[in-house]
Antibody, heavy 123, light 107 residues
């Protein structure tokens, strides 16, 4: 059974750094046909992709947020970590991690999602 | 940047057919995936590779993709289908893989 679970603070202050952890089970982060993405959703708004990481440690970031994001993984712990610096109230959102399925090179979809964690940015 | 355009809302009566579109330049040449998100829940994959259904997704959900429009079709709509639906395409020219979402209302 594949599961992903996000963990981290529910409240951060402006200018602080957010660190979120995605703990996965039911698959290995070393699987070459899979990866993990972070996706967020501000209240009442659409999904926004943030970053992803693959088994070979290939990483990619949203262009608009690239300077603030870092994604990493610890395969032995089955964890993917996202850090976002200089948090702002506009970053208030539910943050999801999702498994990426790669069936064909360059064609990715998200077949399993975590339950999400609401992060509020406020002083 | 590759842009995906969805109608903000679609309404349908129970038992009827709902069609939710996703527009994009030559989207028919790409693989489109669809997600259902009910209030307070995480998205769920309902269609991948244009028209494939994951295990557990009812046959009432189907997809098609041609030209500049991909379509998610929900037949015999039920009250439980009321949700937001998002299309998704992975394109190397864009880091916005999701459409803006469509709210499906069951009348």
């Amino acid at each position: 059974q594949v599961t992903l679970k996000e963990s981290g603070p529910v409240l951060v202050k402006p200018t602080e750094t957010l660190t979120l952890t995605c703990t996965v089970s039911g698959f290995s982060l070393s699987n070459a046909r899979m990866g993990v993405s972070w996706i967020r959703q501000p209240p009442g708004k659409a999904l926004e992709w943030l970053a992803h990481i693959f088994s070979n440690d290939e990483k990619s970031y949203s262009t608009s947020l690239k300077s603030r994001l870092t994604i990493s993984k610890d395969t032995s712990k089955s964890q993917v970590v996202l850090t976002m610096t200089n948090m702002d109230p506009v970053d208030t959102a539910t943050y999801y991690c999702a498994r990426i399925r790669i069936a064909v090179a360059g064609v990715y979809y998200f077949d399993y999602w975590g339950q999400g964690t609401l992060v509020t940015v406020s002083s | 940047s590759y842009v995906l355009t969805q109608p903000p809302s679609v309404s349908v009566a129970p038992g009827k057919t709902a069609r939710i579109t996703c527009g994009g330049n030559n989207i028919g040449s790409k693989s489109v995936h669809w997600y259902q998100q009910k209030p307070g829940q995480a998205p769920v994959l309902v269609i991948y590779y244009d028209s494939d259904r994951p295990s557990g997704i009812p046959e009432r959900f189907s997809g098609s993709n041609s030209g500049n429009t991909a379509t998610l079709t929900i037949s015999r709509v039920e009250a439980g289908d009321e949700a937001d639906y998002y299309c998704q395409v992975w394109d190397s020219s864009s880091d916005h893989p999701f459409g803006g979402g469509t709210k499906l209302t069951v009348l």
